[in-house]
Every structure is written in C-alpha cells, then in structure tokens.
C-alpha cells in the first residue's frame, strides 16, 4: 500500500499528521461513490495533486458509544460518517486509499470530545502495524 496522507481539520485549522510530497486538494462528499467521482474529475484536471476526503468521525470503545456523537451533526453534513473503534477506521480509511476513492482522508469530529490529533497517531500506528509482514 502507498502511504495515505491523514489530516486533522480542528479549531478552524487543517493540518497533516503525515508528510505528504503533493498538492494537497480537500474535497467533501455524502458518500464514497460521489468521492472516488470527484477524484477522477480533480485528477483528469491535474494528476499531480493528491485529493484528500473530509471523513466526519466519531471513535469510542464500541459502535453504539461512537454513534451517540452523531446525534449533535447535522443532517446536511456533506461529509461521509465513520462511527465505531479505531481498528475500524483504520481498516476504513485503507480500504479508501486501495479503492483509489481518495489518496488521503481528513478527520473530522462529530463530537466536542474527540481528540483528532491523538486518534489520527493511533490510526496511523494501525495502517503501519498493516503494512508488516506477519511471522508464520
């Protein structure tokens, strides 16, 4: 797998956890299919751009704690949802970058509680544990 490039959007500002070579283009979409569709528009305008997905998150100890948080968002959030474990979003947010729906995501919280930053270090740990070859 190529390394996914993970952003934080809090307090108004939009950073990246990892360290990415390319032009940076955020998009926002209600759900994977319309991403990988305004992939393949921003990419046939320019391939050497990454596009990175606005993924609004909520991550607790189960699926029924994280998705409480949701009860706050709008329903006119543009945004795909993600609620449950960080194994889970990791799992996620490889499987965007393998389906070539976006080169990258930005997390987004669903809740004031949410420390992005810190979760955005575990996610990352996760795809890296992926990413080793498992002993036999």
Do not use: C, K, N
Request: net charge negative; hydrophobic share 50%.
């Amino acid at each position: 797998m190529t390394a996914v490039r993970l952003f934080v959007a809090d307090r108004g500002e939009w950073d990246e956890l990892t360290d990415g070579d390319r032009h940076a283009v955020r998009v926002s979409a209600p759900d994977l299919q319309q991403a990988r569709r305004a992939r393949a528009r921003i990419r046939a305008g320019a391939e050497d751009v990454a596009v990175i997905l606005d993924v609004t998150v909520s991550v607790g100890a189960d699926f029924r704690s994280a998705r409480s948080a949701f009860a706050a968002v709008s329903d006119a959030d543009e945004t795909v949802r993600y609620a449950g474990t960080v194994d889970g979003l990791a799992g996620l947010i490889a499987d965007i970058e393998m389906a070539d729906v976006a080169d990258g995501v930005t997390l987004l919280a669903a809740g004031p509680r949410q420390d992005l930053r810190a979760l955005g270090r575990d996610v990352l740990a996760r795809l890296a544990a992926r990413d080793q070859p498992q002993a036999s």
